[in-house]
């Protein structure tokens, strides 16, 4: 990794490499943080065995790093990070968890919970790399309170054999999120599930999903948004079917409890044009690069 004496937290297999502290943030790993501070025991309930506390208390102007590797064989992890923002504070992170080499046969599991204190804006950029028999499952709950806003960014185009992802976001009185899921599939079970909560007056959120399913992979995915107060949401499922032999679910729900409330969603599945992929064999290009040509157009859109 480049430049990890200013990464804030960088752990490969079960080993912490680097924690950097900027001022005005606390940066542990959990299971220290567990032990120190009170509250984060009424946050977490049990004590955690791996993984990163990160505690913003200061704006910065530069974005905060983590990175948690897989650079061994059979390697299996079981983190518990912790991100909170007090309030009023601008940030935004850069969490990046990958396999180092192919074909490790690795575990990684992780939940995470972020807090967002009442007027924070956050950027969370969360890319995941990983290799052809990895195993993955990522657990994340957003809590965004008032007045909060949230972009959510999970980028995935080297894909595991299993992929079990899940999200949460419960936002409160004019919290806002924004979700972005990229996910490219190949040789993959990929399993979705993100879920809003709109429980707050004018709260909103919009949620897309740009799903890519290539050579024998299925991908499953379900999005759902809860309104519970007045608020608005909309769902936007994307996705783009490569090889006859992958498959795609797309599975939207909306669920309105509350008269005032305004949530939409749209959906759908296509595969690629033969008039645009001739377009671009003639013009040079093998099938392969015209394939990937178009996908990467398709998730960059």
Known sequence: MKNVKNVNFWQ???????????????????PKAWEKFNWVRKILKEKPKEGYFIWVKKTINLPLEACVSIAS???????????????????????????TKNNLYATHKAKGKLILKEGVFLEYNHIHKWGEKDFVSPDYE???????????????????????????????????????????????????????????????TVVRLKLVGRKNSQIEAMSQIFAEAPGKGHLDCQGLLVDKT????????????????????EASIGKISEEELTYLRMRGLTEKEAIDLIVAGFLEK
């Open 73 to 99: 064989l059979k390697i299996s992890q079981n983190l518990t990070n912790l991100l909170v923002i007090e309030k009023g504070i601008k940030a935004k992170v850069n969490a990046v968890c990958n396999a």
């Open 12 to 30: 490969v297999n079960h080993k912490i490499k680097n924690i950097f502290e900027r001022r005005g943030v606390k940066v542990l790993p959990s």
């Open 246 to 265: 992958a498959k795609i679910s797309l599975i939207p729900q909306l669920v309105c409890q509350n008269k005032e409330a305004q949530i939409t969603h």
């Open 142 to 204: 957003f809590v965004l309170e008032k007045n909060s806003r949230l972009i959510y960014n999970y980028q995935n185009l080297f894909p595991p054999e299993n992929l079990e992802l899940k999200t949460a976001i419960h936002s409160e009185k004019n919290a806002s999120s924004n979700l972005n899921f990229v996910i490219n599939s190949l040789n993959s079970k990929i399993k979705i599930k993100d879920t809003v909560f709109l429980e707050g007056k004018n709260s909103q």
